[in-house]
């Protein structure tokens, strides 16, 4: 069994910051990719930023300059610092991980998601 249990969402008002994280949890032998992505009403998901297990990143062209993903291999978690706030920002953000675990004597990779944590950018 495998979690990815997210915190950090909330209300904030525009210009304001809120930091995401997202820890993964359970028979996990190894984790490639971490990442977050986001839902708002009526929108596809998409990406938000991702960090590969050696650093690489990739940030979505609305968000470059204002979020910071990081990422704390030793504690399996990512971090997803969001700055300067825009109503537009609003969604279900949810993290991803693609990772091998362990199930029994097997290792079977694949993707993995959180249960989703809401930011509402508003004044």
């Known amino acids: 069994q495998v979690q990815l249990v997210e915190s950090g969402g909330g209300l904030v008002q525009p210009g304001g910051s809120l930091r995401l994280s997202c820890a993964a949890s359970?028979?996990?032998?190894?984790?490639?990719?971490m990442g977050w992505y986001r839902q708002a009403p009526g929108k596809q998901r998409e990406l938000v930023a991702a960090i590969t297990s050696g650093g690489s990143i990739n940030y979505a062209d609305s968000v470059k300059g204002r979020f910071t993903i990081s990422r704390d291999n030793a504690k399996n978690t990512v971090y997803l610092q969001m700055n300067s706030l825009k109503p537009e920002d609003t969604a279900v953000y949810y993290c991803?991980?693609?990772?091998?675990?362990?199930?029994?004597?097997?290792?079977?990779?694949?993707?993995?998601w959180g249960q989703g944590t809401q930011v509402t950018v508003s004044s």
């Open positions: 991803n991980s693609r990772m091998t675990i362990v199930l029994d004597i097997r290792r079977m990779t694949g993707n993995y």
């Open positions: 359970g028979s996990i032998f190894s984790i490639y990719v």
